[in-house]
């Protein structure tokens, strides 16, 4: 059986990592926070243009993904080759072209093995097998692309990402109402508890954060922020807190009646010897899903130049002068009582610009209680890469 366990540690250096993280992060600090996104599910991609870019067009690229034009070449055909076989993190790259470009030979040999397809120009034959790839790219868990097929379309490039893991520790799952709070007015719904190692909870002044543990490396990161804090800022903080976790405390540290952000510290009487610290964990069941516009944020994402019809040079690319007309993500993550998944497809619109409209479209134990909105974390384990990012508004209703 194949194994994350070092799939992603053989396709990227921990400058990689880094740059990819960085991504998330610019993200995640452009606009409002979202019910689920995914940087690494862009990152690659951005490499991929930048490969066939030149010009302004290409720094702008390289810029985004913090990255060499020498590592951009080789990024996606190794991510993609590394992480063709994993149970728990998948990524299949893949480009379609019509018959209105030429592809550049050097540009497509740089992509991974079949990874190249065609589109017939036929907006309703090429919607269905491109939703079909994206179906059996991401096992089900996003069955289309996130494209406009009625808008004119050459080139398709995309990227479809999946994460799936089980829980070290499952939970029980249980129907709960919730008295107070924003969440009050919801009525009946999906409750998760478990005991867990003390240890992977942590606290600060503005975030409490709990590592849900998975297996083949995966992490699910849950974090608590104070109850005025804007959403924005918890996922960000979030994110920095993940990736320097001394921001924080071990809640081990916390003493009978100390309190922190959704964490009391109380004792109690029990038959057994309790053997190691805990923490009680009273979460919700999530399915979150988007639909992004990545050019809403097409300066942060290095789109900028790419998507302007008339300054947009991908002559590395194809023959024909091409820009960026459409670039969408569509996701989805859903955390229950035995596990997690994700999953995200990436996909971004190229048409040629001779002859096309400009389309202007920028647009002692421990408890914790995930009991109002929170932000998460999906993060692989050994290298610390964030695979997705999002924000629970609600909980799913029983």
Not at 75 to 80: G, I, K, N, R, T
């Amino acid at each position: 059986m194949g194994t994350s366990e070092d799939t992603i540690q053989r396709a990227l250096t921990a400058g990689d990592v880094e740059a990819a993280d960085r991504l998330t992060r610019a993200w995640l600090d452009a606009r409002a926070p979202l019910p689920v996104m995914s940087g690494f599910g862009l990152w690659p991609l951005l490499a991929v243009l930048a490969t066939g870019a030149v010009g302004d067009t290409r720094s702008e690229l390289l810029t985004a993904a913090r990255l060499t034009p020498e590592r951009a070449a080789e990024v996606p055909a190794a991510l993609s080759d590394a992480l063709r076989t994993s149970d728990s993190i998948r990524l299949a790259l893949a480009v379609w072209a019509g018959a209105r470009v030429t592809l550049d030979p050097d540009w497509t040999a740089g992509l991974p093995v079949d990874a190249v397809g065609s589109l017939t120009g036929d907006a309703a034959a090429d919607k269905a097998a491109l939703d079909a790839w994206a179906a059996r790219s991401t096992r089900g868990l996003i069955d289309r692309m996130p494209l406009d097929f009625s808008r004119p379309i050459d080139l398709v490039l995309a990227s479809a990402l999946s994460v799936r893991t089980t829980w070290a520790t499952p939970f029980t799952d249980s129907r709960r109402s919730f008295k107070t709070g924003p969440w009050a007015r919801l009525g009946q719904c999906r409750g998760l508890s478990a005991v867990l190692d003390a240890g992977l909870l942590r606290v600060g002044d503005h975030l409490s954060m709990l590592t849900v543990p998975g297996d083949d490396d995966i992490d699910v990161i849950l974090g608590l922020g104070p109850e005025d804090r804007d959403p924005g800022l918890v996922v960000a903080s979030l994110a920095a807190t993940a990736a320097d976790p001394s921001r924080t405390r071990p809640a081990t540290d916390l003493a009978v009646g100390d309190r922190a952000i959704g964490v009391e510290v109380t004792e109690h009487r029990a038959a057994r010897p309790q053997t190691r610290p805990e923490v009680d964990v009273q979460t919700v069941r999530f399915d979150v899903s988007s639909d992004l516009d990545l050019l809403e944020a097409a300066r942060t994402l290095g789109l900028a130049t790419a998507s302007d019809e008339g300054r947009a040079r991908f002559d590395r690319l194809a023959a024909e002068p091409t820009y960026v007309s459409q670039a969408r993500q569509t996701c989805r993550a859903v955390f229950s009582a035995t596990g997690f998944e994700a999953a995200a497809v990436t996909a971004i619109a190229m048409t040629r610009a001779a002859g096309v409209p400009r389309l202007d479209h920028r647009h002692v134990r421990v408890g914790v209680r995930f009991d109002r909105p929170f932000a998460f974390l999906v993060r692989h384990r050994p290298t610390g890469l964030v695979l997705f990012a999002g924000w629970v508004a609600e909980p799913e209703t029983a």
